[in-house]
């Protein structure tokens, strides 16, 4: 499939400050990849140097074929792009302001930038100084989407807007995804990005240490499952089966803890048990997230 984002190696110090470290990446074109990781973990640092904001210590970098610094000037025709520190102009309205950045990129859709407006509620006849934090994040969205680009890159773009803006946001970045363009979305915010990305990226300390389907991490976490049964179940059935952990029986009642695929699971209860009745406690990327932060994972 088509490349959106590529990078080989891509590494940045700040004097002693090792902030990016040989970060490879690949992001297909009609993909939403989230880049998850806590605040100084290295996610704005690797958008502004694929940005060429800043030169990377070493390694390269391209979007959409092109390389990142020899091609930055061209790049810019193709990409939407939301700061983590948006700043506008305080005294253009948010009218003022798109058609600021329309001017800039050669024209746009007006209508297309009008149903923008109305899908995010965004009041574009404000000053840009008297809007709320959320309000003048939604005059940043618009312009990053107004000229329908090929590559979106957000950096914490749902900062300050409310539950139901946010879930217009999510559908305006998957008709994105499905119209073949790309999406890449920088959050710390972890229900955000399990609910609209194909993939994610954990950064840890500037190092990617996972790069994996949603689904595949959601399969990985360890959820809680309750088990009703026709009679009497025995705690040391469930303990034989890898995965499974932290098992408490009552009478016909089993609950335990299980980081497995279910089918390994329901197999060994099958031949075992007649099962009445089963719950369980669906998986969290949060919990998921955490496991790659805790010391000594690598």
Request: proline share 3%; glycine share 8%.
């Given at each position: 499939?088509?490349?959106?984002?590529?990078?080989?190696?891509?590494?940045?110090?700040?004097?002693?400050?090792?902030?990016?470290?040989?970060?490879?990446?690949?992001?297909?074109?009609?993909?939403?990849?989230?880049?998850?990781?806590?605040?100084?973990?290295?996610?704005?640092?690797?958008?502004?140097?694929?940005?060429?904001?800043?030169?990377?210590?070493?390694?390269?970098?391209?979007?959409?074929?092109?390389?990142?610094?020899?091609?930055?000037?061209?790049?810019?025709?193709?990409?939407?792009?939301?700061?983590?520190?948006?700043?506008?102009?305080?005294?253009?309205?948010?009218?003022?302001?798109?058609?600021?950045?329309?001017?800039?990129?050669?024209?746009?859709?007006?209508?297309?930038?009008?149903?923008?407006?109305?899908?995010?509620?965004?009041?574009?006849?404000?000053k840009v100084g008297d809007?709320?934090?959320?309000?003048?994040?939604?005059?940043?969205?618009?312009?990053?989407?107004?000229?329908?680009?090929?590559?979106?890159?957000?950096?914490?773009?749902?900062?300050?807007?409310?539950?139901?803006?946010?879930?217009?946001f999510q559908a305006m970045?998957?008709?994105?995804?499905?119209?073949?363009?790309?999406?890449?979305?920088?959050?710390?915010?972890?229900?955000?990005?399990?609910?609209?990305?194909?993939?994610?990226?954990?950064?840890?300390?500037?190092?990617?240490?996972?790069?994996?389907?949603?689904?595949?991490?959601?399969?990985?976490?360890?959820?809680?499952?309750?088990?009703?049964?026709?009679?009497?179940?025995?705690?040391?059935?469930?303990?034989?089966?890898?995965?499974?952990?932290?098992?408490?029986?009552?009478?016909?009642?089993?609950?335990?803890?299980?980081?497995?695929?279910?089918?390994?699971?329901?197999?060994?209860?099958?031949?075992?048990?007649?099962?009445?009745?089963?719950?369980?406690?669906?998986?969290?990327?949060?919990?998921?997230?955490?496991?790659?932060?805790?010391?000594?994972?690598?």
């Amino acid at each position: 499939m088509k490349s959106a984002i590529h990078t080989e190696g891509l590494t940045k110090h700040y004097g002693d400050v090792v902030a990016l470290v040989d970060l490879n990446l690949d992001i297909v074109a009609g993909e939403i990849f989230g880049f998850l990781g806590p605040n100084g973990a290295g996610k704005t640092t690797m958008i502004r140097t694929i940005l060429d904001e800043i030169h990377p210590t070493s390694g390269r970098a391209s979007i959409l074929g092109m390389d990142t610094h020899e091609q930055s000037v061209e790049i810019r025709r193709h990409i939407g792009y939301v700061p983590g520190d948006l700043a506008m102009y305080p005294n253009l309205t948010g009218g003022d302001t798109l058609t600021y950045f329309a001017n800039m990129r050669g024209g746009v859709d007006w209508a297309y930038v009008d149903g923008l407006a109305d899908r995010l509620n965004a009041d574009l006849s404000k000053k840009v100084g008297d809007l709320s934090s959320g309000n003048r994040q939604k005059v940043g969205l618009i312009q990053a989407f107004m000229n329908q680009p090929d590559v979106l890159i957000m950096d914490e773009p749902s900062s300050g807007l409310d539950p139901l803006v946010q879930r217009e946001f999510q559908a305006m970045m998957r008709e994105v995804a499905a119209d073949g363009r790309t999406v890449f979305l920088s959050s710390h915010s972890l229900s955000e990005v399990q609910r609209v990305a194909h993939r994610v990226g954990i950064i840890r300390h500037g190092r990617l240490v996972a790069v994996e389907a949603v689904a595949d991490l959601r399969s990985k976490a360890i959820r809680t499952i309750e088990l009703v049964f026709d009679t009497p179940a025995e705690a040391s059935v469930f303990e034989a089966v890898a995965g499974v952990r932290d098992v408490v029986v009552n009478d016909h009642h089993v609950t335990l803890s299980f980081d497995g695929h279910m089918e390994s699971l329901l197999a060994v209860v099958a031949d075992r048990y007649t099962l009445v009745d089963v719950s369980t406690e669906e998986a969290d990327l949060e919990e998921i997230f955490l496991t790659y932060y805790r010391d000594g994972t690598s």
